[in-house]
């Protein structure tokens, strides 16, 4: 349970002591995740390891570094971390769960689906969104100096982009909680947290035996 707490001393990079089976895990209990990054990072720097159980995760928190990533050599970072240990079958096939030569074989077949031709058509859509729903949020934070949770508010911007470019429908997520596609979508971006680690962490037979599937 503890083989890999040596990972990130032999990269030469820095970050909390893990604790046996939880790893890092249990530092969010005195903290919220938005808070306990920025401790992080100011603690040991822009690069840092974290581990989630016993598997070494690396936080990235300088901008240079994530485009690199994301946009100049993404085709090398596509080992993703895993939704779920198990789950509906359904989960292997999403893009987003799938890795290697598999990821590279269906990332080719939708490719056609985005072209920039196709992105650009869409691109005043997103604008609206980023305008109308997400500056709106952001600045409400940075006025109260309050933590964001980024998850969430990314995660109502994405429904506001979806319903508005595939569905034509516009619709404020952030206000408008009970509007049917925000009350149906919703559940599948804000599962409970505790949820999420349990999923990721505990093996199929156990989350089978207690009746926890994704």
Known sequence: MSRNFGFFEKLGLKGPKPVIIFGNHLDQLFASKPDLEVQRMRKYGKIYGIFEGSRPIIQV???????????????????????T???HWLLSQFIVTQTGDRWRRTRAAIGPAFTAKQARSQSNKIAACVD?????????HAQSSAP??????????????????????????YNDVDHPFVRHSWPLMRAPTWMLYALQLLPNRLLSAVGLQS
């Open 132 to 140: 109308n729903y997400l500056v709106p949020q952001l600045r409400a």
């Open 61 to 83: 928190a300088d901008p240079a570094v994530i485009k690199q990533i994301m946009m100049t050599e993404f085709t090398e970072f596509n080992s993703k971390y895993p939704v």
């Open 85 to 87: 240990q198990g789950g």
């Open 148 to 173: 964001a949770d980024v998850r969430r508010v990314f995660g109502q911007f994405a429904l506001s982009t979806a319903s508005l470019c595939v569905l034509g429908e516009p619709i404020d997520p």
